[in-house]
Structure formats: C-alpha cells, structure tokens
C-alpha cells in the first residue's frame, strides 16, 4: 500500500470520527421565534473543520477550508476560480496534493449544485489530487432520506465517457444525522458501505 492510500485511510478514518462527533448544534441549527431547525453549510464546515483538525494532529499534510486558488497560476489557468470546501495538501508542492472535499447539505443539493460540486472535485482530481470526497449532510422526510436524488445525479454526470477516469477516486459520505457516522456510498456498484466505520 502506498505512503498516499494509508494517509487517505486515515483522513478517513478522521472524517468518520468527526462525522460521529458532530453536535447537534452545529449539524442544525435553531433560530429565534421559529420552530423548525436549519442547515447551514458554513456552520457546519467550521466545526467540521476543528474536529478534522483534532483528528488530524501530527499528519504529514496541511488541512485548508475554502483555500481561493483564483490567483495560483496553475488552476486559475485550467480550472477558473475556484474555491474548493476543503482541501488536504502540503503547500507550495503540486505533487502533494492528496484530499479536495465538497460539503453540500441534502436540502440544498439541487441538480445544478451537485454538478458544480461535481465539476470542481473531478478538475482537481485531473489536475493531479490523489482522492476526492462528496460529503453530503441531512436528509428530507422521505423514505429514503432523499439521498435517491444525489445518487440519479451521478448516474448522469457520470455517463459512460466518465466513470474510467473517476473510477475508487470520487468517493461519497452520506452524513444523515449528528451523532452518526457518515456512510459511504460506492456510486460505483450503487451500494451502501458501513465496512471500516469506526
């Protein structure tokens, strides 16, 4: 196994302790003189942030949330401004590069949304990021929690001319809830994986 898979092996084993500590708090928010609770992405990606940080103490890369590479020569060039939610590299190296990460909760997880995720996470995977993660957050009162619509929306970005390129290096976490452990699901083989959860 390469220095580059047990470093992702351990991000993800990170980004799994850190899904399961999520508080309540920041996973949905309440709001004054209203009933219901809301997702806020932002909310949520900086707690995210500090439980990846405390998971992550002592590790060979350096974790960067919304880093703007609108002025880095090499993906301003060939990718535009960008400005991924996460990413895991060591600076000023291109051929370090190992984790680029979008965030989108369930309930804001439009067609139009999810390609842009799609189209940003699989640029820096062409532009040589070793693996590249979907986490989506929440779920909709429905049977299935209403991760149907992510997965209909892979089926289509990822048409037969895609999925070679992609293949075991987009992966997506499903975060349902707080106090949960974010469940991959291989878009590959269409199947749910709790193997390794931790």
Same mark, same amino acid.
């Given at each position: 196994?390469?220095?580059?898979?047990?470093?992702?092996?351990?991000?993800?084993?990170?980004?799994?302790?850190?899904?399961?500590?999520?508080?309540?708090?920041?996973?949905?928010?309440?709001?004054?003189?209203?009933?219901?609770?809301?997702?806020?992405?932002?909310?949520?990606?900086?707690? *995210?942030?500090?439980?990846? $940080?405390?998971? &992550?103490?002592?590790?060979?890369? +350096? /974790?960067?949330?919304?880093? %703007?590479?609108?002025?880095?020569?090499?993906?301003?060039?060939?990718?535009?401004?960008?400005?991924?939610?996460?990413?895991?590299?060591?600076?000023?190296?291109?051929?370090?590069?190992?984790?680029?990460?979008?965030?989108?909760? *369930?309930?804001?997880?439009? $067609?139009?949304? &999810?390609?842009?995720?799609?189209? +940003? /996470?699989?640029?820096?995977? %062409?532009?040589?990021?070793?693996?590249?993660?979907?986490?989506?957050?929440?779920?909709?009162?429905?049977?299935?929690?209403?991760?149907?619509?992510?997965?209909?929306?892979?089926?289509?970005?990822?048409?037969?001319?895609?999925?070679?390129?992609?293949?075991?290096?987009?992966? &997506?976490?499903?975060?349902?809830?707080?106090?949960?452990?974010?469940?991959?699901?291989?878009?590959?083989?269409?199947?749910?994986?709790?193997?390794?959860?931790?």
């Amino acid at each position: 196994m390469s220095d580059e898979e047990k470093h992702f092996m351990k991000f993800q084993n990170s980004l799994k302790w850190a899904t399961k500590n999520m508080d309540q708090y920041y996973f949905r928010i309440a709001m004054a003189k209203s009933r219901g609770h809301f997702l806020r992405e932002r909310v949520y990606c900086y707690e *995210l942030y500090h439980l990846l $940080r405390l998971g &992550l103490q002592c590790f060979p890369y +350096t /974790l960067q949330g919304e880093m %703007d590479k609108i002025s880095h020569p090499i993906f301003h060039r060939e990718i535009g401004a960008v400005k991924p939610d996460f990413i895991l590299h060591e600076p000023k190296n291109m051929e370090n590069n190992l984790v680029v990460m979008e965030v989108k909760p *369930l309930k804001n997880a439009y $067609r139009s949304n &999810l390609k842009k995720d799609l189209d +940003t /996470l699989t640029r820096f995977l %062409d532009l040589g990021y070793y693996r590249a993660i979907h986490l989506i957050y929440g779920s909709l009162i429905r049977g299935d929690g209403g991760i149907s619509k992510i997965i209909r929306t892979y089926r289509e970005y990822m048409n037969p001319t895609r999925p070679n390129a992609y293949r075991g290096k987009l992966f &997506l976490y499903w975060h349902r809830t707080s106090g949960e452990v974010a469940t991959i699901y291989d878009w590959e083989g269409e199947v749910f994986n709790n193997s390794g959860d931790s």
